[in-house]
């Protein structure tokens, strides 16, 4: 996976080789709240987005974080790195983190 910036690739990345960079699926920063960011070329699309940063959540000391948007299902989520992981016990992870952050919130 490659990381970076529409504008860092703009000045830094090689556009000759398309087909070379393709092999490796995005993760693209772009700070903004659309559900399109821009994406550099040769990508026309992203596996990941890390966008604009949000407000204190996640048991975070930091006023805001990053947060990132995966671009495809639950179920592809858990089979990018190639193995599978069981969805029943990621429902329950996603249950408990909504529990804290509804806690964070109400304080």
């Known amino acids: 996976m490659l990381y ?8 830094y990345g090689d556009m000759t080789k398309a087909e070379y960079w393709l092999q490796f699926p995005l993760w693209v920063a772009h700070y903004t709240t659309s559900m399109t960011p821009q994406l550099p070329l040769p990508w026309p699309f992203m596996e990941f987005c890390n966008y604009t940063k949000g407000r204190q959540v996640y048991g975070s000391e930091c ?3 990053d947060m990132n948007r995966f671009n495809g299902t639950l179920n592809e989520l858990v089979e990018l790195p190639g193995f599978g992981v069981p ?9 408990t983190l909504a529990s804290r952050t509804k806690a964070v919130e109400d304080v």
């Open 4 to 11: 970076t910036s529409p504008g860092f690739w703009a000045g």
């Open 87 to 95: 969805i029943i016990n990621l429902n329950e992870l996603y249950e």
């Open 63 to 65: 006023l805001t974080i």
